[in-house]
């Protein structure tokens, strides 16, 4: 487990003084159906983007509160980083997509019958947002809208 | 700042229906957050599922999350134990 007291000083004094948004009150939906009938989508924080599409700009103040879809199919190794924190040790996802965005192991789950199956989209962000105004305003509604239109029972999310 | 990130956007997800689950690397600051349901892990930042190319470990944790699913009793904060 990664600990506050592990981070450096400026790290953590930042973290410490943070006005952290608490969510309340804690919505519950309920899962109305057994997993190996539900349809499972995927968010990461880790800022990935298929060759190609718009790369997460860094200089957003703020944090850059948009988003990327990243489709089930995506080749995982040839996804981008676009990542601007410096806080964490990016090596392990440039080795292995899997480790934020386990598209593979979801597939894997889906094919033994674990799961019903894989959504067919997937939603990228860049973690790095202190001003998450936006995100909640603007974002977070069409996440929302994505997974509606597919059909996602379930969602994961993964952050880094 | 993922962790907040990626649990308003939970936040949002659970309010529509959609049920979910995060994994979480900073229990300390997910417990401020309160998303509804999050696992910790007991991994650096940077490492959610654990390895790179491990995909044992991985499935071992996406499992655990997808079993916190079934949890009601928001908001959930179980330690996942590898």
Known sequence: MAELKDLSFTLRAFLKAYPWRRISPVPCARRDKPLDRCRVGLVTSAGLVVPGDKPFDASVKGGDYSFRVIPADADLAQLEEHHRSSSFDHSGVEADRNLALPLTRLAELAAAGEIGGVAPRHVSLMGSITAPGRLVKHTAPQVVDLFAADGADVVLLVPV | ?82
């Open chain 2, 1 to 82: 700042m993922c962790h907040q990130t990626v649990g308003l956007v939970q936040g949002a997800l659970e309010e529509a229906g959609i049920v979910t689950a995060s994994i979480t690397l900073l229990a300390e600051i997910s417990a401020r957050i309160q998303p509804p349901r999050a696992l910790a892990v007991p991994y650096p930042l940077g490492f959610p599922l654990g390895e790179a190319h491990n995909p044992a470990l991985q499935l071992r944790v996406l499992r655990a999350l997808l079993a916190l699913t079934e949890r009601d009793d928001v908001p959930v904060l179980e330690r996942f134990e590898p």
